[in-house]
């Protein structure tokens, strides 16, 4: 019987939890028990055999909530399998010094847990869910507005990784 694996992400405007989401329903396919929750609810990780943890980039830092969760578990995530996901408009027309550029920052954020997968995920931008500011923001710097989520890209991404945490 396989064991249960925690899908935990942070998701201000909602496009996050839906990527998590999918990476959930792709593994329950694949017949494993999956909980999909956020990290700031997440208690403990005893119950689980394995940890993907998903958190979208705002202004060039990805949200603190994954940094503080690494912290909170540091030693629990020391001794399980980890993937990781983070989520962006920048894969979107990116070049590949962004990409570098934004794989360091992931790291860093992810630092000292080392996932076995890892993945940049295109996300959504919602003119109606933003503030005032955020809607100034995203036009100062061009952001493209859309869904730009990839759900074949994610499938693939979430059948993947049983075997990279070797269940
Ligand atoms: C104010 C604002 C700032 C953003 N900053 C970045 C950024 O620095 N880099 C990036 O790749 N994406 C950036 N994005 C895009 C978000 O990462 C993308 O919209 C993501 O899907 C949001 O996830 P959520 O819906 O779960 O909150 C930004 C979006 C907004 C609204």
């Known amino acids: 019987m396989p064991g249960t694996i925690l899908v935990a992400y942070v998701s201000p405007k909602g496009s996050t939890a839906g990527i998590a989401e999918a990476i959930g329903d792709e593994l329950r396919l694949a017949g494993y028990r999956v909980d999909v929750t956020e990290l700031k609810e997440v208690s403990s990780l005893e ?4 940890v993907i943890i998903g958190g979208p980039f705002y202004m060039g830092k990805i949200v603190g909530d994954v ?15 980890v993937a990781a996901f983070a989520v962006g408009v920048a894969p979107v027309n990116a070049t590949p010094a962004d990409i570098e550029k934004a794989r360091e920052i992931f790291h860093s954020t992810l630092d000292p847990v080392k996932p076995v997968a890892e993945a940049l995920f295109a996300g959504k931008i919602d003119r109606e869910k933003l503030s005032f500011v955020q809607k100034w923001m995203v036009e100062k710097v061009k952001a493209p507005i859309g869904d730009f989520r990839d759900w074949d890209a994610i499938a693939a991404w979430a059948r993947e990784l049983p075997g990279k945490f070797g269940m």
Do not use: C, E, I, N
């Open 67 to 81: 940094k503080k969760f690494v912290g909170r578990f540091r030693d629990a995530l020391g001794t399980l399998p």
């Open 47 to 50: 119950s689980y055999q394995a």
